[in-house]
């Protein structure tokens, strides 16, 4: 076999290895929810209006995004620092503090990655149930970013780490 002929094969074996092993994307390949499907632990919880960066969950919120192979999403998340409710107020902030709900989903390609709109059928706050939710989705090995629509208010960014499995 030629020399270059080898070259070439050599090199298409590592970029096969790169993307499918160690998660590496190249701009050939197209992001599917089948590469986002399994347990996210989230990292941050940022939201940028006016040039201003808030963290509305804290600096270091807790909990986890599932995403199904049936094409449906369950999240709940809550900020740092939440303290059990003593009163209708404490009640509150609670609920402030917190996201949570379960969508199916639909998506399609998108320049970054994937826009996928939830239409959420539970949800802690009524006005999300049966809405139409876009997201934006990317991967970059272990760690997913998820995206709001830019509007007049700003746009929230969410970070998720991949699940390690325990055995």
Request: proline letters at 6%.
């Amino acid at each position: 076999m030629e020399t270059s002929m080898k070259a070439k094969l050599k090199a298409a074996l590592i970029a096969f290895l790169a993307t499918g092993v160690l998660g590496i994307q190249s701009p050939a390949y197209a992001l599917t929810p089948n590469d986002i499907v399994g347990t996210w632990k989230i990292v941050s919880y940022v939201h940028e209006a006016a040039g201003k960066t808030e963290h509305p969950l804290g600096e270091h919120p807790s909990g986890y995004l599932v995403i199904g192979g049936d094409h449906r999403c369950t999240q709940i998340v809550v900020g740092q620092g939440r303290k059990p409710a003593q009163d209708d107020e404490g009640y509150a902030n609670l609920v402030k503090s917190m996201i949570s709900y379960s969508a199916p989903f639909t998506y399609e390609d998108h320049a970054d990655g994937l826009k996928i709109t939830l239409r959420p059928d539970v949800s802690w706050n009524p006005a999300m149930t049966g809405a139409s939710i876009i997201r934006f989705v990317s991967l970059e090995g272990d760690r997913l970013t998820v995206k709001g629509p830019q509007g007049p208010a700003g746009a929230v960014t969410v970070k998720f780490e991949r699940t390690k499995q325990e055995r």
